[in-house]
T-cell receptor, first 113, second 114 residues
Framework: DGGITQSPKYLFRKEGQNVTLSCEQN?????MYWYRQDPGQGLRLIYY???????QKGDIAEGYSVSREKKESFPLTVTSAQKNPTAFYLC????????????FGQGTRLTVV | AQSVTQLGSHVSVSEGALVLLRCNYS??????LFWYVQYPNQGLQLLLK??????LVKGINGFEAEFKKSETSFHLTKPSAHMSDAAEYFC????????????FGTGTRLTIIP
């Protein structure tokens, strides 16, 4: 079945460490997105990519980095510069070119210990 | 830029009662609007979407929403609440003109009282 796979589901990070969250899709979608979810704040966009080898900052990109070397994959790295990384992270994709329905992964919960 | 505002971060209704979750939008062009549902520790699932066709949109699980341009609203309703409807609901709007992405409201947590 087509869909989006995020891994791991739970991730623990020590302060000062970088960690990478995986997002893979087999929907043949052009565009992919990373959102951060905190209680009471909804979903805030971190980065998005509309085509391979191109990506744009969202509303809260500081302390994060991404790459889009393959259409299927859009990994997110949470760097040590992100001062409050504990959150639920969601990856999504859309077909692009006017196809606006977003499909979401099951999320990764990151906790700093 | 397009945006949405959800009124009420928490809504409680009795089982069998009407569910009404409010969403107002801001957009200088005809918007594409969405409602998503999220169960605990899961991703989001599309309930329904408005893309400038019929103003009354029917979705999954008995939910529907009506687009009202005069009120800039896109409220979500369900005639009779079920225990399984307990979840968080997000309204979202699609951006245009180099801003092609979804912008979400802050969410409404729906609690069903038995």
């Amino acid at each position: 079945d087509g869909g989006i796979t995020q891994s791991p589901k739970y991730l623990f990070r020590k302060e000062g460490q970088n960690v990478t969250l995986s997002c893979e899709q087999n929907l043949n979608h052009d565009a992919m997105y990373w959102y951060r979810q905190d209680p009471g704040q909804g979903l805030r966009l971190i980065y998005y990519s509309q085509i391979v080898n191109d990506f744009q900052k969202g509303d809260i990109a500081e302390g994060y980095s991404v790459s889009r070397e393959k259409k299927e994959s859009f990994p997110l790295t949470v760097t040590s510069a992100q001062k409050n990384p504990t959150a639920f992270y969601l990856c999504a994709s859309t077909g692009g070119q006017g196809n606006t329905e977003a499909f979401f992964g099951q999320g990764t919960r990151l906790t700093v210990v | 830029a397009q945006s949405v505002t959800q009124l009420g971060s928490h809504v409680s209704v009795s089982e069998g009662a009407l569910v009404l979750l409010r969403c107002n939008y801001s957009s200088s062009v005809p918007p594409y609007l969405f409602w998503y549902v999220q169960y605990p520790n899961q991703g989001l699932q599309l309930l329904l979407k408005y893309t400038s066709a019929a103003t009354l949109v029917k979705g999954i699980n008995g939910f529907e929403a009506e687009f009202k341009k005069s009120e800039t609203s896109f409220h979500l309703t369900k005639p009779s609440a079920h225990m399984s409807d307990a979840a968080e609901y997000f309204c979202a709007v699609w951006g245009y003109f180099g801003n092609e992405k979804l912008t979400f409201g802050t969410g409404t947590r729906l609690t069903i009282i038995p």
